[in-house]
């Protein structure tokens, strides 16, 4: 069974642009989480979709958005770029609301 | 959600058991305690779960004290490869079917040869 799927591996992009990552579940998942990960706050949530429903955001701005499409598969997207969105972004899919958690390799973003 | 508190470092001797503690002192009686381990530049990696009784799998032991308010994940053999960061995560619960995950700042754990 193919693992959770995140693409790009690493992408740099310029302050004030927009970007878009992807990921796609293990087969089977419906439930698809996205987290932020840097070197100065850890882990952080982002949000959390199921059945292509937002059902969890977390203390991001707004420029954070994200959408899960009727395969399970899942993009985020970080409009107007800062040097501080620069950070690892892990997905991880999901069964059920309970059932562990599968992660992706994730996406190194480096804002410049 | 509930927090959890972990210690910042640890070390183990190669070969010997490492005893990772968590305390959840908040923790509600329907949340589920979970512990994932981060190895360098990776994805986290799902370890073991439990909500009330001692959990084993093939990588580790969980044992989840009476009063749940606090845990320990137990790798009875640690090897240079279970050099990692170590979480213990507790899920909110399922209200209205939302699910809210909350990581905290880990254990690093160093296997010394």
């Known amino acids: 069974k193919a693992g959770v799927t995140q693409t790009p591996r690493y992408l740099i992009k310029t302050r004030g642009q927009q970007v878009t990552l992807s990921c796609s579940p293990i087969s089977g998942h419906r439930s698809v989480s996205w987290y932020q990960q840097t070197p100065g706050q850890g882990l952080q949530f982002l949000f959390e979709?199921?059945?292509?429903?937002?059902?969890n955001k977390g203390n991001f701005p707004g420029r954070f958005s994200g959408r899960q499409f009727s395969n399970s598969r899942s993009e985020m997207n970080v409009s107007t770029l800062e040097l501080g969105d620069s950070a690892l972004y892990l997905c991880a899919s999901s069964q059920s609301d309970r059932a562990k958690a599968f992660f992706g390799q994730g996406t190194r973003l480096t804002v410049v | 959600d509930a927090k959890t508190t972990q210690p910042t470092s640890m070390d183990c001797a190669e070969g010997r058991a490492a005893n990772l503690p968590c305390n959840h002192s908040?923790?509600?009686?329907?949340?589920?305690v979970y512990w994932y381990r981060q190895i360098h530049s990776q994805g986290p990696q799902y370890i073991i779960h439990?909500?009330?009784n001692n959990e084993t799998n093939e990588m580790a032991s969980l044992i989840i004290t009476e009063d749940r308010k606090s845990s320990t994940l137990i790798l009875p053999h640690a090897t240079l490869r279970d050099t990692a960061v170590y979480y213990c995560?507790?899920?909110?619960?399922?209200?209205?079917?939302?699910?809210?995950?909350?990581f905290g700042t880990g254990t690093k754990l160093q296997v010394i040869p």
């Open positions: 979709y199921f059945s292509e429903t937002q059902r």
């Open positions: 995560i507790v899920r909110a619960p399922n209200s209205g079917g939302y699910q809210k995950v909350t």
């Open positions: 439990g909500l009330k």
């Open positions: 908040t923790i509600s009686g329907n949340e589920y």
